[in-house]
Antibody, heavy 117, light 108 residues
Framework: QVQLVESGGGVVQPGRSLRLSCAAS????????LHWVRQAPGKGLEWVGV????????HYAEALKGRFTISRDNSENTLFLQMNGLRAEDTAVYYC??????????WGQGTLVTVSP | SYLLTQPPSMSVAPGQTARIPCEGH??????VHWYQQRPGQAPVLVVF???DRPSGIPERLSGSNSGNTATLTISRVEAGDEADYYC???????????FGTGTQVAVL
């Protein structure tokens, strides 16, 4: 059974950095592209970005370009999201998901990031 | 940027049919996907490529796409269908994944 588990969330001060991880079991991550999607408290889904299976290609939400970076380590079956210059509006649950064609077909349970002084 | 608009909420009685619209310019030219998010849970893909269902999703959930509106239809609504529903497309012009604004479905 495919399972994705996000980690690395927590409380961080504005302006600081944080790196999230997404570990897979029952699935070889290196065979698929991977998304990050976030959801602010009480709000809708917001796409963050996607990375190709080999890590050579990325696409990011326009509003996040330059601050967020997606990377992967296929040898460790892990996906990462590096977030710099965090702001209060980055407070959200962050989900990783396996990409298939133009949709996300398996999602993790998410990790909460709270940006607060 | 490409926008997808959904009604914020709707209510439906058990056994009735819910039709959730997702409006976008010439959306019929795109593949539309739908996710269900129950309270406190992660989203789950329920329809992909306009009208296909992943394994394990009941036939009561179906999708269609025409003109400027894609629709997720839930037939014979059950209490377990109470959730938020989001449509999603890939906008190849901007190379962005776009989610709809989401619809909260309440089962009366």
């Amino acid at each position: 059974q495919v399972q994705l588990v996000e980690s690395g969330g927590g409380v961080v001060q504005p302006g600081r950095s944080l790196r999230l991880s997404c570990a897979a079991s029952g699935f070889i991550l290196g065979t698929s592209g991977l998304h990050w999607v976030r959801q602010a408290p009480g709000k809708g889904l917001e796409w963050v970005g996607v990375i190709s299976s080999d890590g050579d290609s990325h696409h990011y939400a326009e509003a996040l370009k330059g601050r967020f970076t997606i990377s992967r380590d296929n040898s460790e079956n892990t996906l990462f999201l590096q977030m710099n210059g965090l702001r209060a509006e980055d407070t959200a649950v962050y989900y990783c998901a396996i990409a298939r064609d133009s949709y996300a077909y398996v999602w993790g349970q998410g990790t909460l990031v709270t940006v607060s002084p | 940027s490409y926008l997808l608009t959904q009604p914020p909420s709707m209510s439906v009685a058990p056994g009735q049919t819910a039709r959730i619209p997702c409006e976008g310019h010439d959306i019929e030219a795109k593949s539309v996907h739908w996710y269900q998010q129950r309270p406190g849970q992660a989203p789950v893909l329920v329809v992909f490529d306009d009208s296909d269902r992943p394994s394990g999703i009941p036939e009561r959930l179906s999708g269609s796409n025409s003109g400027n509106t894609a629709t997720l239809t839930i037939s014979r609504v059950e209490a377990g269908d109470e959730a938020d529903y989001y449509c999603q497309v890939w906008d190849d012009t901007t190379e962005q994944y776009v989610f709809g604004t989401g619809t909260q479905v309440a089962v009366l």
